[in-house]
């Protein structure tokens, strides 16, 4: 859809057509992606108050708080930013939130991978803290470990 946008031959209805279908089945897509985010955030919360992974893993909801930021921010951080283009906003504070942002469709795009790297460096910090010091607590298999010798 993205390559297809940019490359058709606008006097073609037949490719103009297509080109319609294609950004109406990304917009469902999106919003599919957008609801399996939420119900797999509630999914790791649920799972992560089963007897058994509080006891195999503690705190297990702390430390997949960065999962689930990841899961959130995902599919729906870039809907947000498109929605605050100057294209897209055009009545009431959110045009003048635009008019003050002033971000094209390219702008919101670049932005929006730009934090998702902040983002992700927040996860990698959030799960060192998370998960630092339980390397012993954790048990997943039992508690009789035979170490490997040289072979």
């Known amino acids: 859809i993205a390559f297809s946008g940019h490359h058709i031959d606008k006097a073609d209805a037949q490719q103009v057509a297509l080109l319609a279908k294609g950004e109406a089945a990304q917009k469902t897509v999106g919003l599919i992606a957008s609801v399996l985010s ?7 919360l649920v799972v992560c108050k089963l007897p058994y992974m509080k006891s195999a893993l503690g705190n297990a909801s702390m430390k997949f708080n ?5 899961l959130l ?6 809907k947000i930013l498109l929605s605050l283009t100057t294209d897209a906003a055009t009545v009431g504070p959110k045009k003048q939130l635009a008019s003050l942002l002033d971000l094209s469709t390219e702008r919101a795009m670049l932005l929006h991978s730009s934090l998702l790297s902040f ?7 959030l799960n060192f803290v998370s998960w630092r010091g339980n390397a012993e607590q954790i048990h997943m298999y039992g ?3 035979e170490e490997l010798g040289d072979k």
């Open 119 to 125: 983002e992700c460096l927040a996860v990698v910090i």
């Open 143 to 145: 508690d009789h470990y």
């Open 66 to 70: 960065g999962t689930k930021i990841l």
């Open 73 to 78: 921010l995902g599919p729906n951080q870039l």
């Open 38 to 44: 939420l119900l797999c955030t509630y999914n790791m």
